[in-house]
Every structure is written in structure tokens, then in C-alpha cells.
């Protein structure tokens, strides 16, 4: 017990209180636990904020649509995977997180997401949309995305991993183990998509990065990617010469740098995006009286969601919504803190890489700061899958605030 | 004790050195996370930055652009041409409801073309199109939205195809291959004349473009048969707010006809029936209601289907209008299209002779008591620069009333020598000609006439009996109407009243009285006279066994006189006391059979034929309902055998000229 306190109470907001009786002996105290609202309350705002963007987004190409013809579709599937992934959250949350660390939970965790991926990527139950297999399904019907379900299994696995290995984290044979676990899943999701891949990467490597205590190694990655990307973006045109990367995903590189030139095909989504955010001014046009979303913001209710919130909201609106992901990013950093073992630090910190690194890469995409690449603005941008997983991992950060106990 | 305590001390070393570690290790945990959460906040500071930047340096720009974009969203509405009804509410050109079909290949071929084939399934089971055809077209334009596919698709070929991508996609997933998508429908009106080539002459037609019509009603009334188109657009308010607005289209006014449809079928069919018999240069027929001006029927043998005017087979073969030039061409067209019986002028010939009688009694230059002697020609000028101007035969003395029975021209010039020139000149201005009467339809001829200055004694003589100036059929029947309706001219008109879409009257078109042009009296004379024509006179076979008939024939030479062509004509009207209908037939240039010498009696046949259906249609009484015995034509009267037209060749055996100029060839 005394092993899982820190001793230091870390909540000066809350009042700290002895329990009202002692602990008498043979009975066992329960002790009060700490139950994050700020968080709770954060991702409501959010969620909630998301339906409401969806709704004004996607009315318009909803109602139009043949296959759907209804304006509410797309936010009424959201509400229910909404209030579905709610439930997991607080049932998640409630529950204690130790129970999953377990070894033999970690390799059904690890197992089952590379026998989906595998299933995905080789199999019928691989369903393709534009040109990519990225949902799993049965027949015509798609079921999730398993990037997603990944995304939550990798962060459990290496929150465990590295709690079990503490500082021998270090030690290349260990780092090299590590790294090749993450390695074989990374590349099968790479096969088919790219941003997801990226997003993986870099949780694995931003929790090795908290558990380690080496800096070299990290630091020569970084200006590896740095490298890496320099040479790309100038080389891009030569690369696909030599056929290094696929056509579709330099092509993306080409019309980063010029979106202009490529305004009626591949720059059509970004420069649209770009548009809605210019028009949008310092306060919006106001809730619902975007224009840009009426067939010409393709996926607004998805990857760009951001744009349509700042046509319609403006700069203030925008603001308000990276402000509030900060918000939600502090909380994890004080749950982080006040974790009562090293296990609860890393899956917090793994959720937090995972939200953060999303929350980076779709303003980046949406400003065109990056070259295009689909990635969901998270609790907002529509998607049953995303939403799910999401709310289950903010379910295991408040799972580890909740062990927190409050005492003097 | 130093042993003691040495054993003591690695071990609370090490408990104390694992404790750092474990506290080090933590911290720098803390340490890491707090670094991620600086870099997060820093990225995310950066992106603040560059949003407020593409804000505020593109901003204008940006929102200049949305602006233009959507302009390009809007459509619009088409609107409904009106329809043309008869006077009872017959359809006779209306605008029919279709649909085009649009394709949306990027749609089609979105989520990796899984809907394509199913797509392309759907459009082959319902309407059988080429499934490799189209998949060609998409392919070959996959960014496209917008491909018009097929048009003037009914209602029931477009739900067909709704019916059955709802049922298709309704399937569960497995038994079926992606959705049918990407296809739409957008309304259009297309032009439809019910009965074909009915009515043609009146109605003309109406194209692809719904704002434009051609020919007849269809050109006239255009501005009232045209509506305005609607649109659905995109604005920025001047809160800089987008807005959606649709301003519904206003479909066209209904235009409700004279025409009778009865009637103007009678017509027609007599028409047909006479030229599948024989064949003539144009040939017109109006039925007119004498006393309000209204057209109920007008015809002409020229025809052509509304729903399709260029097909013109019925008078070229293919290989002949191939062969035209394209100035031909449309030349060709037009003399189908266009409507004799106001565009072309001709010589009215004798029945202009009423005309010429009621003058010279309005201006007492003859009256019912007066005789005329016939010697068979007159002769004008000088010596040396004779004129003589024939007779059709040599008629003796005769009436007032006999003149016009017998159609003499002797007598007609004795009247206009008398009567003046200018005074026949206003009396012609009185009765329209020489003027357009303002019919309501396009392309209507004034006709030619002289004025007092230019006319010479032959020319005023020879107008004396319907020869040397030019009317259309409208006008003539016009005036004829205001000389037995107790002398109102009133404007003849085709157009009843203009009605909106759900037939509240918006317009009525009342007869408008022009003028009075004879008076009672005259009126009543040139009844009885016209009536004793049908009972004794040249238009004896116009008799309808019940009916008291008036009518007068006319025959005239064409120009140029040695071409030896004419137009025959006749005017009839029923009852003669008190006329509710005239029917007046013009024959162009008939061709004739061998040995078969210029009648008026193709003309009066015509007249009759449409006279005897149509008087029990209008509900004129009928004096004999029992079938009586037909009066046989009396033998005892020569001039009804002898005289059975007023053709001013009758009994002539010269080379057909009523007029010789003998001084200039000497």
C-alpha cells in the first residue's frame, strides 16, 4: 500500500480530509478516491461541441444524398456511438486498471490486433474505400477501423511493458524487443494507412521517450524524421522517379507546397479547407451559416471538421477548441503525477500521446502546415470507431485518477 | 560491532539507494511528461499562430473566393409554358412534365467503384442501355458531376428507376453489390401538341427553348404563354451570413383559342379529303361568327406535326430536301409553316363585287331600282390607246340585285364610274383593305390597293369587280362579316381569353367594333341579293336543302395574266336573314384535269361540304327537318346552266385575258 502513495497530495483544489472514522482493526478501510470531473467535464464539452459541429457540417450533404436523405444522419450515429462510448468510459473508469496488467490479458490484447490487422489486410473481411482497406467488416457491412482498437492495445502493452521493465528500458536488447513489437503492427497498418501509422509510431516512441532516461536516442531520431522529411519535400518529384513511395502520397507532397496548381484535384480538399478558414474571419459566420460545407469541404463532418468550426466560429471558436484540448492535456499531466505506480503513469501517458498527437497532426493538415494526410480531429470529427476507443482510453486515465486516494 | 555493522549497512545502502532510484526514476517520468506536454503546447501555439496568420493575410482573399464559388451553386427553375385550349377547354398544345437524367461519375465511382457495376446494372435492367457504353462514358470523365444522360424521360421511366435503386439498396448486403448511386433526375417541360398537326396554320409551335415560339398563337402570344424561370441561389447577407433563397419560377398564362375544335376538325377533314383528290397551289377556309369577328375554324392544306416541324415527308422525300441548299431549305419550311390565309395577299375577284354595290348604295350612286346594260366589254381610253375590258359573258339588262347574281362586271364598272374614285378608295380604307386587319397572329399581309392619285379608269374599273388589288382571306372575311351583320366591322380575333395556370380568366378579348362601315339597309339589300345568288344565281350549288344560303363565288386571274392561273373562291353564309356563320373557301391555282376549264365550283363544294356540318353543330335551325325532295335546278333558266360561275371565261373562248390592250401591240 504504502508502495502506491507518494505521500504527496497533489489536489489542492480539492479539501483534504481525514476519513470521518478510524480504521478499526479487521475491518477493511475504504479508503476515498479521487474521481477527475475537470476531465469528465472537458470530454463532455467536447463530445458534445463535436455532435453540434456534425449536425451543422453534414446537414446539408446528408439531406441531399439519395442513400441517406436525411439531415440528422450522420450526427444521430454519432450520438449513439457517443452515449455507447460514455458507458465504456464510466465503467472503465470505475474498474480498477491493475486488473488488466496482466500478462496473459497483454497477449490477447497484442495477439488480437495483429490477427485483425491480418484479417484486414489479407482477407476478405478487408473492406476498401478509396483505394485503401482500412475497415474491418463481414460481406458489404463494415464493422470498425482497427487502426483504432490498435491504438488503445499498444498503449496497454507498452503502459505494461515498460512498467515491468522500469530503467532496463535502456538496455538495447530490451529497447530492441520492444521496438519490434511495435515494429510488426505499425507496418501492417502502414500498408494500408499511412497517418495511422504515423500515430502509432509515435505513441509507442513517446512512451519509451517518458519511460526512458536516455536522451541521445530520441533526440537523433527526431532529427533523423527532421532529415527525412527535409529531403522528402525536396526530393519528392525525384522519389517518385525511383519509385521509393507510392505516386498518391508524393502527389501529396507536390500539392503541399503548391495547392493552388492542383485546385481541381488534389488540392481541391486542403485549398477548400483553407478558404472556409479565411472566410471565417475573427468570429465566424455563425453557427450553422457556413457556406463551405454545402458540397465544397469534402469530408466536413470528418477530417475537416476544423475548418467548417472556424468559418463558422472563427479564430475565437478555434482558439476555444485548442484551448480546451490543452486544458484536457494538463489534466492528464497532473492524473500523470499523482499516478500511484509507474503503470498508471504510462497508459496515461500513452492516451495523452495518442489524443495530442491527432489533436497536432489535423490542425497541421487542416492549415496545410502538413502535407494532407486524413487524420480525425478527436471527440469531434464524426467516426463510431474513434469515438469508441477514445472514450475507453479517457476511461483508463480516470481509472488511474480514481486510485488515487486522498489523505492527509 | 564494526563487523555488525558493516553487514547492516549494504543493506540499508541498498534499500536507501533503491529508494532514490525508484524516486529519480518517477521524477523522471514526471520530468518526460511535463516535456511532451511544453512540445504539445508549443505545436499547438505554433498552429494558433498560423491559423490567425492565413486569417489575417488571406482573409479578404479567402473569403472573396468562397463568395464566387457560390454563384456558381445556383439553378434554375423552369418555368411552364402555358397551354392553347379551344374555346371549349380542348388541349392543344400543353407542356409536358420530363425528367433528364444526370450521371455523377464521381459519385459512381467513389468507395473504389464497388457501386459502379450495380449502377450500371440498374440502368441496363431499366432502360437497357449499354452497360460497356456507359461504363466507357464514366470512366472516361471520372472527376465529372454533371453529364446530362438522357432526356424527356417520363415520369413513369423515372420512377421506375427510383422504385428500383430503393429496392435494390434495401437489400441486405449480401445479396447484392455495392448501392446504385449517382444518378439523378432534373425536371424539364417539354412542348406537346396533343393532336399533332391539328391546327398547325393557328397554333405553330414552340421548341426546346420555352421562351420562344414560332409561328401562330405560339409566336403572338409568346409573352403571355412565356413565364420566368425560377433560381435557387447562394448569397452572403449583409451580416456576412450565407443564405439559400429560391425564387420560384411563374409558369406561363393559358391562351383559350376561338377555334372550335369540332369545327375546325370538319374543316381540316374537308380539306384533306379535297386535296387527296386534286392538287392546288394553297387552299384556306375560314369560319367566322359574323357578328363578334371570332375565328372558329381556319385552315389551310398546308400541315405539318407540331411535335416534330421539320419533319416534312408528307412533301419532300429525304433524298429532295438533301439536296436543297440550306437557304432551301428553311425557304421549304417556311412555305409550310407559314399561314396563308394571312400572309399571302391575292385578288379577290368577284366576291369583292358586294363590296363595290354596297358603296355606290351608301353613296346613293346607284340604288335596288337601277338597271344596267350588258354589252360583254367595256372600253376605256382614248383612241389609239383602247382598253377593253370583258364581261364574262354578255348579260343584257340587268338589276342591281341581278348584277350580283350573275356576277356581271359591265355593270360593276358603270357602278364605280359613277361612284368615283375617291369615294371607292375610302370605301375601301372603310372596309380594311389595304390595311392589316390586326388579327391575332403573326406575319399578316396588308394586302395591296391603290390610292385615289395612282389609280387610272382601268384600274378603277377592274377593282369595280374584284381584280387589280390584293387582300388576305382575314380581312375579306372581316369586311364580308360587317356587310351582312347590319354593317359593324368588327377585328376579327383567334384568342378568346388568357386564363392563368388554374384557369381564372385574366384577360377577356371582347369582339372589338372597329367601325360601322354600311348601314342597315345596304345590308339587308346585299342579303336578299346574295341569298337570290345561292336560290337563282352563279353559287346555285352552294343550296343547302333547310338552310337559306347567301353566298357569292369569286374567281380571279393570277398574275402574270398569260400564265392563265386563278383563284377561285366562295363566301357563303348562313342563315341569310340573320347570319351566325360565314364560311369563306379560296382555292389557289388549282391544277386542272384535261378538258377541264377554271370553275368556281371546287370553292362552293367546299364551302358547302363544311357548311352543311357545321350549321346543325351551331345549332342553326333547319326550315325542312323531314328530308324534303332536293329542288331540281330549273331548266327553264339559262343563265343558271349557262352561267354556273361567275368565271370570266365562262362561254369565252379567247385566250383568257379579261383585259386586251390592243393599242400597244399595234
Known amino acids: 500500500m504504502a508502495q502506491q502513495t507518494t505521500g504527496r497530495a497533489e489536489y489542492r483544489s480539492v479539501p483534504l480530509r481525514t476519513d470521518p472514522q478510524p480504521a478499526r482493526a479487521g475491518e477493511r478501510t475504504k479508503p476515498r478516491r479521487y474521481y477527475d470531473y475537470s476531465l469528465v467535464f472537458v470530454v463532455l464539452i467536447l463530445s458534445a461541441f463535436g455532435l453540434l459541429m456534425i449536425y451543422s457540417s453534414s446537414y446539408y450533404t446528408a439531406s441531399i444524398n439519395p442513400n441517406i436523405g436525411e439531415g440528422a444522419f450522420y450526427m444521430k450515429k454519432q450520438l449513439w456511438n457517443l452515449l455507447a462510448g460514455l458507458a465504456v468510459m464510466i465503467g472503465l473508469s470505475l474498474f480498477d486498471y491493475h486488473f488488466w496488467a496482466k500478462w496473459w490479458l497483454m497477449f490477447l490484447a497484442y495477439g488480437a490486433g495483429l490477427v485483425v490487422m491480418l484479417l484486414t489486410n489479407f482477407t476478405s473481411f478487408g473492406l476498401e474505400y478509396n483505394g485503401a482497406k482500412r475497415w474491418f467488416g463481414i460481406g458489404n457491412t463494415s464493422l470498425f477501423q482497427p487502426a483504432e482498437p490498435l491504438k488503445l492495445a499498444l498503449i496497454l502493452v507498452f503502459a505494461y511493458a515498460l512498467a515491468l521493465l522500469k530503467n532496463r528500458v535502456d538496455r538495447l536488447k530490451y529497447a530492441a524487443i520492444l521496438l519490434a513489437m511495435a515494429a510488426v503492427p505499425i507496418f501492417l497498418v502502414f500498408m494500408n494507412n499511412l497517418s495511422s501509422a504515423i500515430i502509432l509510431a509515435v505513441i509507442v516512441l513517446g512512451m519509451m521517450f517518458t519511460a526512458s532516461q536516455k536522451k541521445w536516442p530520441f533526440a537523433a531520431l527526431a532529427g533523423f524524421v527532421a532529415l527525412v522529411a527535409v529531403l522528402g519535400v525536396v526530393f519528392a518529384e525525384d522519389l517518385v522517379a525511383r519509385g521509393v513511395l507510392k505516386e498518391y502520397q508524393v502527389s501529396r507532397i507536390l500539392v503541399w507546397k503548391n495547392p493552388e496548381q492542383y ?146 | ?237 449583409g451580416d456576412g451570413v450565407a443564405e439559400r433563397n429560391t425564387v420560384e419560377p411563374v409558369n406561363g398564362h393559358t391562351v383559350v383559342s376561338t377555334i372550335d375544335y369540332s369545327v375546325q376538325t370538319i374543316v381540316e377533314d374537308t380539306i384533306k379529303a379535297f386535296t387527296a383528290e386534286r392538287e392546288c397551289a394553297n387552299l384556306g377556309i375560314i369560319v367566322m361568327d359574323p357578328n363578334n369577328g371570332e375565328i372558329l375554324a381556319l385552315a389551310t392544306d398546308k400541315y405539318y406535326d407540331l411535335n416534330d416541324p421539320t419533319e416534312l415527308s408528307a412533301y419532300y422525300t429525304e433524298e429532295e430536301f438533301a439536296a436543297l441548299t440550306a437557304e432551301e431549305q428553311a425557304e421549304a419550311r417556311a412555305k409550310i409553316w407559314r399561314n396563308f390565309a394571312i400572309a399571302d395577299a391575292f385578288e379577290p375577284g368577284s ?118 388589288f390584293n387582300v388576305n382571306m382575314v380581312q375579306m372575311a372581316a369586311a364580308f362579316s360587317s356587310l351582312i351583320n347590319g354593317g359593324s366591322y368588327y377585328q376579327p380575333h383567334i384568342v378568346k381569353a388568357i386564363t392563368n395556370e388554374n384557369g381564372e380568366v385574366l384577360k377577356e378579348i371582347t369582339p372589338t367594333l372597329v367601325r360601322r362601315t354600311v348601314s342597315e339597309e345596304t345590308c339587308n339589300f346585299i342579303k336578299e341579293a346574295l341569298l337570290a345568288t345561292v336560290q337563282d344565281g352563279t353559287g346555285a350549288e352552294a343550296a343547302i336543302e333547310g338552310y337559306e344560303i347567301g353566298g357569292k363565288t369569286g374567281t380571279a386571274q393570277k398574275h402574270p395574266r398569260s400564265a392563265k392561273k386563278y383563284v377561285t373562291s366562295f363566301v357563303g353564309f348562313a342563315p341569310a336573314d340573320d347570319p351566325k356563320v360565314l364560311v369563306y373557301v379560296v382555292i389557289d391555282d388549282l391544277t386542272l384535269l384535261e378538258d377541264e376549264r377554271i370553275s368556281t365550283k371546287y370553292a362552293i363544294e367546299l364551302e358547302r361540304t363544311v357548311m352543311e356540318k357545321i350549321l346543325p353543330y351551331l345549332g342553326v335551325p333547319n326550315a325542312n327537318p323531314v328530308v324534303a325532295p332536293v329542288l331540281p335546278m330549273d331548266p327553264d333558266q339559262p343563265q343558271a346552266e349557262q352561267v354556273p360561275d361567275d368565271g370570266i371565261l365562262s362561254g369565252d373562248d379567247d385566250d383568257g385575258a379579261y383585259l386586251t390592250q390592243e393599242s400597244d401591240e399595234e
Open chain 1, 263 to 408: 485546385a481541381s484535384s488534389g488540392g481541391w480538399q486542403v485549398l477548400q479547407g483553407l478558404y472556409a478558414i479565411g472566410s471565417g474571419g475573427l468570429f465566424g459566420k455563425g453557427l450553422g451559416n457556413g457556406v463551405q460545407k454545402l458540397g465544397f469541404v469534402p469530408e466536413a463532418q470528418n477530417d475537416m471538421i476544423f475548418a467548417i468550426i472556424c468559418e463558422e466560429l472563427g479564430l475565437f471558436g478555434a482558439l476555444c477548441v485548442i484551448l480546451l484540448f490543452v486544458y484536457m492535456f494538463y489534466r492528464f499531466m497532473i492524473i500523470a503525477r499523482n499516478a500511484p505506480d509507474t503503470l498508471g503513469v504510462l497508459l496515461v501517458a500513452g492516451v495523452f500521446v495518442h489524443i495530442a498527437v491527432q489533436v497536432v497532426l489535423n490542425i497541421a493538415v487542416v492549415t496545410n502546415f502538413i502535407p494532407n494526410t486524413g487524420v480525425t480531429l478527436p471527440f469531434i470529427s464524426y467516426g463510431g470507431t474513434s469515438i469508441l476507443f477514445l472514450m475507453a482510453e479517457v476511461g483508463l486515465v480516470l481509472s488511474v485518477a480514481h486510485r488515487v486516494e486522498l489523505r492527509d
Open chain 2, 351 to 468: 366576291t369583292a363585287k358586294p363590296f363595290t354595290v354596297a358603296a355606290a348604295l351608301e353613296e346613293a350612286a346607284t340604288d335596288a331600282e337601277h338597271s344596267y346594260e350588258c354589252t360583254g366589254a367595256k372600253v376605256f381610253g382614248t383612241t389609239g390607246h383602247e382598253v377593253t375590258v370583258k364581261c364574262n359573258q354578255t348579260h343584257g339588262v340587268v338589276t342591281l340585285e341581278q348584277s350580283l347574281m350573275y356576277s356581271c362586271n359591265s355593270a360593276m364598272m358603270d357602278i364605280v364610274e359613277n361612284l368615283g374614285k375617291e369615294k371607292f378608295v375610302n370605301f375601301q380604307t372603310t372596309f380594311g383593305f389595304g390595311r392589316q386587319t390586326g388579327v391575332d397572329l403573326p406575319g399578316e399581309t396588308a394586302g395591296i390597293v391603290y390610292t385615289a392619285e395612282n389609280m387610272g379608269v382601268t384600274d378603277l374599273a377592274t377593282n369595280g369587280f374584284g381584280q387589280n
Open chain 2, 1 to 237: 560491532m564494526k563487523r555488525s555493522r558493516q553487514t547492516e549497512t549494504p543493506d540499508v545502502r541498498r534499500k536507501r539507494r533503491q529508494r532514490a532510484a525508484k524516486t529519480a526514476y518517477k521524477s523522471n517520468l514526471q520530468r518526460r511528461l511535463a516535456f511532451i506536454f511544453i512540445v504539445v503546447a508549443a505545436a499547438l501555439l505554433v498552429l494558433s499562430v498560423v491559423l490567425i496568420r492565413i486569417v489575417r493575410t488571406r482573409g479578404d482573399d479567402y473569403s472573396r473566393t468562397v463568395l464566387t464559388q457560390q454563384n456558381y451553386s445556383s439553378a434554375t427553375i423552369a418555368f411552364r409554358r402555358g397551354d392553347i385550349t379551344d374555346r371549349n377547354g380542348s388541349l392543344l398544345a400543353t407542356s409536358e412534365r420530363v425528367y433528364i437524367m444526370i450521371l455523377d461519375p464521381s459519385v459512381i465511382l467513389s468507395n473504389s467503384a464497388v457501386n459502379e457495376a450495380a449502377t450500371l446494372e440498374a440502368l441496363n435492367t431499366v432502360y437497357g442501355y449499354d452497360t460497356a457504353e456507359l461504363a466507357e462514358l464514366i470512366e472516361a470523365n471520372p472527376e465529372s458531376r454533371y453529364i446530362r444522360y438522357t432526356r424527356d424521360l417520363k415520369e413513369e421511366e423515372k420512377d421506375a428507376f427510383l422504385t428500383y435503386q430503393t429496392e435494390y439498396n434495401a437489400r441486405d448486403s449480401k445479396e447484392r453489390n455495392g448501392r446504385v448511386s449517382g444518378v439523378w433526375f432534373e425536371t424539364e417541360y417539354k412542348r406537346a401538341y396533343p393532336m399533332n398537326d391539328f391546327a398547325c396554320t393557328v397554333l405553330g409551335f414552340s421548341g426546346r427553348d420555352a421562351s420562344r415560339g414560332n409561328w401562330g398563337l405560339e409566336e403572338y402570344y409568346n409573352d403571355e404563354l412565356t413565364g420566368t424561370n425560377g433560381l435557387t441561389y447562394g448569397y452572403i447577407n
